[in-house]
């Protein structure tokens, strides 16, 4: 979903989740599983050395906190914000990109689901 919304045989330009999502929708063969696996670990790496990242630079901006995320903690908010951005937030953006009558999600559109967002948990 974050590259483009379109279903055609050719998926490359997905990642993540809606690769998995565009193949299945396509009828995908049952090798394709284990790509779709393999991509799905490699996007929960990369965000949980986000997050690890984020929370090292946290701490040491405030180093008179005195409180440090530990790696439990840490994996937790990974898994917190995979599941927030391929549930909730991916539904909002396609909606926000059709409603615009396109098929590609754009910074429009992470913009809309932030205000949404923020006017839910404001209210």
């Known amino acids: 979903i974050w590259a483009t919304m379109e ?3 050719d998926d490359s330009d997905l990642v993540g989740p809606s ?3 565009a193949r299945a929708a396509s009828g995908g063969a049952d090798g394709d599983d284990a790509a779709n696996a393999k991509d799905d670990g490699a996007v929960r790496s990369a965000l ?3 997050v ?7 701490e040491d901006d405030d180093p ?3 409180a440090r995320m530990s790696s439990d903690a840490v994996g937790s908010l ?3 914000v995979y599941q927030y951005a391929t549930t ?14 396109r098929k590609t999600v754009t ?5 809309l689901a932030i205000r949404k967002d923020k006017k839910t948990h404001d209210s």
């Not at 690890?52 to 946290?58: D, K, L, M, P």
């Not at 909730?88 to 009558?101: K, P, T």
């Not at 910074?107 to 913009?111: E, N, P, Q, S």
Request: with cysteine; proline share 0%; net charge negative.
């Open 7 to 9: 279903s055609s045989s």
């Open 19 to 21: 690769r998995a999502r």
């Open 48 to 50: 949980h050395f986000a």
């Open 52 to 58: 690890g990242r984020i929370c090292e630079q946290e």
């Open 64 to 66: 008179d906190v005195g």
């Open 78 to 80: 990974t898994e917190l």
């Open 88 to 101: 909730s937030l991916v539904n909002d953006l396609v909606a926000f990109s059709q409603h615009a009558g």
């Open 107 to 111: 910074v429009d559109d992470v913009k």
